[in-house]
Structures are given as structure tokens and as C-alpha cells.
């Protein structure tokens, strides 16, 4: 195989290949950066496993072979048994919820939406608050009915949308619309159910990583196993959606079905996410921003922003944990904290010198 001789920009490396026939840029910056977040991903997810809550503390270098069953009896035991599943379900949630928020904004070309500004993680908690509440969901459980509600959510949004085609532009009106909407009924059913249904609700609502274990971990891993490498195939099609409709239709992209496949997708994984840990608030909203900026490109890049989603939601969690000595502060507090004062300078930063 050989390469073309193509000329070289500011930190892009355009390559064309002849046999086969394939050219692209490669971005150089990104490709140096999703390694460096993958490895931060890490270290904090030993750290999570290795200083979670209790009094039984370990170092790295300890931790490291514990994952694996090695080292000392007891350290394995707290490791796999006690702090590895929550630790789990932290790292792919917040990978997830780094997806999501990077098609989202992607799809709507703005960098203020996410699944938990566009009422994708309000419907899951209005299902959840319904199961609970009303005895609809009996035997389903909070992660079926958090799914449901998810998807619903997602659907009834392009569908309201829909205009002969939908725009970005309309999908966050309505998507805004949609998350007052289920958010209004969630409060209702709080209001009428009764102190312990109310306590139960709240618990989920807040983003909560207490209990998990393997039985909310697989799922999640199962669904971005899938839906990861089909995001990821639609990356073409998705840059394209940055240069606008009219402009993407005459590269022949075809501009609603794949505006249509990137909501399914986002909306499916944001879902898994909100079923697995709730709705964890402001993670999908900066972690593509972030990751965007490390990167400098003009688009969410969807692997940086999993690593950048997945590093949030473990700090998050490990601060929880040893915030308060006898209190675990659930994760969607901490990340809920610390993503308001991200939306106010993004909404100053979007406004330009005008808007501040």
C-alpha cells in the first residue's frame, strides 16, 4: 500500500491511499488527546476503587491486581466485590452520558444540548415516578421503566419536530418543551404519592450510584457495545450535518435519515445510562465541550467525550463518598454542583460580547 503525497496544515495530516482507494484528514491534536483522557479515565477509576467509602483504603499499585484477583485475600474481596460494580456502572455511565451529550449537539448543532436539557432523562424519571407511584411498573423495575420512559421521550420529540423534515432548531424547542412537560408530571406524582414512594422516587431522580452492582453494569455494557460502533459508523454523515442541511444534501448526505439513526442512537444509550444510574445531571452537556476543546475540532468527537463523561461521573462519585464522613452525597448532587456554574459561562460564552 502505498500514500500520496498530500501537502500538511496546522495540525492536520490530510493522507490518501491508492490501493485502497481511501482519503480523510487525520487530526493529529485528537489523536493525541483520546489516548490521554483514556488513561486519566483510569487512574481515576483505581483511584475510586482504591479510597471509596469505608475505612479500608488501598494504593494503586495494590488496587491494580486486585481487579484482576491478585494480591491480598481481603483487598480482593473489598475490590471485586464491594466497590468494583459501582466503580463499574460510574465508568460506563458516564461514558454513555459523554455519547449521548456529543450526538446531541452534534445532531442539533448547539452546545447546549444534552438529553438532560431535552427531556430524554425527565421522561425516564416521569416513567419511574409513574411505576413507583401509581403501581404501573409492578415487577418491571426502575431500569425498565427508566428505559421506556427514555425512548418515549426521544420518539415523541421527532415526531413533534417533524415539519416535512425536522432542524435542529425545532428539536430543541420541542425538546425543551418535552422536558417541562414530563418534569410537571413527575412533580404531580410526588405530590400524590405517598412519604416513602415520594423518598423512593427522589432517590433515582437525584442520580444516585448506591446499590448498583453487575445487574445494572451489564446491561449498559451490552447496549454500548452496540450502539457505540453505530455511532462511530455515522460519523461521516454527522460532520456533515455541522455545514447545514441544504449543504450536507448536496454532498449527498442523506440529511433526515441520518439526523433520524444519531437520535435513536443517542436517545437509546442516554437511556441505558438513566437506567442504570439515573439521571446524572450536566454530564452529557460538558463533557463533549470539554473533550471538544481538548481536541480542537469543530464537531463533539464521540470517543474523547465517553472518556471525558466517564472521568466526570468517577470524580463526581469518589467526591460523594468522602464529601461527609457518616453521608454518601449521591453523584447527581456533586456533578449537579459543579455543571451550573459550566452552563452559566457556556450560555455567556454562546451569547458572544453582546449576549454577556
Known amino acids: 500500500m502505498t500514500t500520496a503525497k498530500t501537502p500538511r496544515f496546522a495540525g492536520r495530516l490530510p493522507f490518501r491511499l491508492r490501493r485502497p482507494a481511501v482519503s480523510g484528514v487525520l487530526h493529529v491534536r485528537h489523536l493525541l488527546v483520546w489516548p490521554v483522557l483514556a488513561a486519566v479515565a483510569f487512574l481515576t477509576f483505581c483511584l475510586t476503587v482504591a479510597v471509596g467509602s469505608g475505612d479500608y483504603t488501598m494504593s494503586l499499585t495494590e488496587v491494580v491486581p486486585a481487579l484482576w484477583g491478585a494480591g491480598d485475600p481481603a483487598g480482593v474481596f473489598v475490590v471485586r466485590e464491594l466497590r468494583l ?57 426502575t431500569q425498565i421503566l427508566g428505559l421506556a420512559g427514555a425512548v418515549s421521550a426521544g420518539l415523541l420529540i421527532y415526531v413533534l419536530a417533524w415539519r416535512k423534515g425536522t432542524t435542529g432548531y425545532r428539536i430543541v424547542l420541542v425538546g425543551v418543551g418535552i422536558s417541562w412537560m414530563c418534569s410537571s408530571v413527575t412533580y404531580y406524582l410526588l405530590s400524590r404519592g405517598e412519604t416513602y414512594e415520594a423518598q423512593r422516587v427522589l432517590g433515582w431522580l437525584v442520580g444516585n450510584l448506591n ?82 476543546r481538548l481536541a480542537r475540532l469543530t464537531v463533539p468527537p464521540v470517543t474523547a467525550s465517553a472518556f471525558t463523561g466517564a472521568t466526570i461521573v468517577l470524580i463526581g462519585d469518589l467526591i ?37
Request: with cysteine; glycine share 14%; hydrophobic share 55%.
Open 211 to 292: 446499590e448498583r452492582g453487575w445487574e445494572n453494569a451489564r446491561p449498559l455494557a451490552l447496549a454500548l457495545l452496540v450502539l457505540l460502533p453505530a455511532v462511530l459508523m455515522l460519523g461521516r454523515p454527522q460532520r456533515a450535518l455541522q455545514l447545514g442541511d441544504e449543504v450536507a444534501g448536496a454532498l449527498g448526505t442523506p440529511v433526515q435519515r441520518a439526523r433520524l439513526a444519531l437520535m435513536v442512537c443517542g436517545a437509546a444509550i442516554a437511556a441505558f445510562a438513566t437506567a442504570a444510574a439515573g439521571p446524572v445531571l450536566f454530564v452529557a452537556l460538558a463533557a463533549p465541550q470539554i473533550a471538544q
Open 85 to 141: 460494580p459501582r466503580a463499574a456502572v460510574a465508568l460506563l455511565s458516564g461514558a454513555a452520558f459523554g455519547v449521548a451529550g456529543a450526538v446531541y449537539q452534534a445532531v442539533t448543532r448547539n452546545p447546549l444540548a444534552s438529553p438532560d436539557m431535552l427531556g430524554i432523562t425527565q421522561g425516564a424519571g416521569a416513567a419511574v415516578a409513574a411505576g413507583i407511584v401509581l403501581g404501573t411498573g409492578a415487577g418491571l423495575g
Open 320 to 356: 460523594g463518598q468522602r464529601l461527609m464522613e457518616d453521608t454518601v452525597v449521591p453523584v447527581g448532587v456533586v456533578t449537579g454542583v459543579l455543571g451550573a456554574p459550566f452552563l452559566l459561562w457556556q450560555l455567556a460564552r454562546a451569547g458572544g460580547p453582546s449576549g454577556r
